[in-house]
């Protein structure tokens, strides 16, 4: 197995250690969101109360929603993925989903996956992760006729180190949509405990126009693409919601849940910010599922994504 660089192993096995139970509370640790203007470049369009969630009554004709493949994360002991403790002993393998939503009002990139240096550098080992990358999001962009410069906005569901490896691969002029909340996680209040190591994690998003959204964020402004907060297993996590013409309503979880079995024991990982927020945040996203009949899609469990079209519609 290949070594990473230094300084690109270091911050990969320092993002991992992060998805770790500690014995500090959510409470102490909880982030306070910086004041406008913290990062360098960025464009601060915080909306004022949220809007209530609508989904639009006819899909957008155009839209797609194209699965990509960021990645494989085989986990040698599922102990810290249940509070419960009834995975210990127990392995499994993620896969790592990002997705291109196309509309014809743009493109939007949701999640950026593992490191684009595994292609390279071949499967890394930390603790009980074991992460490989076959292909950049770049490259299957370049395959489809597009450039990361053809996507005008990227989101990601929250801050884990296989949901913003790729951000480095990002222009400059995308518009990153994060709430205010995942991005106070993100980059603590200077002067804050722990600032310096938090920030070192995500430099490459210092340099994108940052657009702070709230909750039931409409993308495209008509009801055909919202990004959903459902917090807990990080501050500001959110799922998306996909109105598609043919398919109908699709829910993409990010981490609200990482394999069926959690999903269908409704099971809270240990390393997750707040656990009784999660479990709020299931109950309000099955509701919101059952209510729109939607296909609820794992973004980490094959059984949900290895079948999919190559582009949903």
């Not at 990473?4 to 320092?14: D, E, I, K, N, T």
């Not at 790729?166 to 405990?193: C, H, I, K, R, S």
């Not at 609200?256 to 109950?283: C, K, M």
Request: hydrophobic content about 40%.
């Amino acid at each position: 197995m290949k070594i990473l660089p230094l300084v690109s192993l270091g911050a990969l096995a320092l993002a991992i250690s992060a998805c770790s139970p500690t014995d500090t509370s959510a409470d102490d640790t909880a982030a306070t969101a910086p004041a406008e203007g913290d990062v360098s470049g960025d464009m601060d369009t915080a909306a004022g109360e949220t809007p209530a969630y609508t989904m639009a009554s006819e899909p957008a004709e155009e839209l797609q929603l194209i699965k990509l493949d960021c990645g494989t994360i085989y986990v040698s002991d599922l102990n810290i993925f249940s509070v419960e403790g009834d995975y210990a002993g127990q392995t499994d393998t993620f896969t790592d989903t990002c997705w291109l939503l196309r509309h014809p009002d743009g493109d939007l990139l949701w999640d950026l996956g593992l490191p684009g240096e595994l292609v390279e550098a071949g499967e890394q080992t930390q603790d009980v992760f074991s992460v490989s990358l076959d292909k950049t999001i770049s490259d299957q962009l370049i395959e489809m006729g597009l450039g990361m410069s053809d996507v005008e906005m990227v989101a990601i569901s929250h801050s884990h180190f296989d949901h913003v490896g790729q951000a480095g691969d990002l222009d400059p002029a995308t518009t990153w949509l994060v709430n205010e909340a995942e991005y106070g996680f993100m980059f603590p209040e200077a002067g804050a405990e722990g600032d310096d190591q938090a920030e070192s994690q995500f430099p490459a998003f210092e340099g994108l126009t940052r657009e702070t959204i709230g909750d039931n964020h409409d993308v495209f402004g008509d009801g055909s693409v919202i990004i959903i907060e459902t917090p807990g297993h990080t501050p500001g996590h959110s799922s998306l919601l996909v109105n598609l013409p043919e398919t109908g309503p699709v829910l993409l979880t990010g981490d609200l849940y990482h394999r069926e079995e959690s999903r269908e024991g409704e099971r809270v990982p240990a390393f997750n910010f707040d656990v009784e927020q999660t479990r709020a945040s299931i109950a309000e996203f099955e509701a919101r599922a059952e209510e729109l009949g939607a296909r609820v899609i794992i973004q980490h469990e094959p059984a949900d994504t290895n079948d999919l079209p190559d582009v949903m519609r």
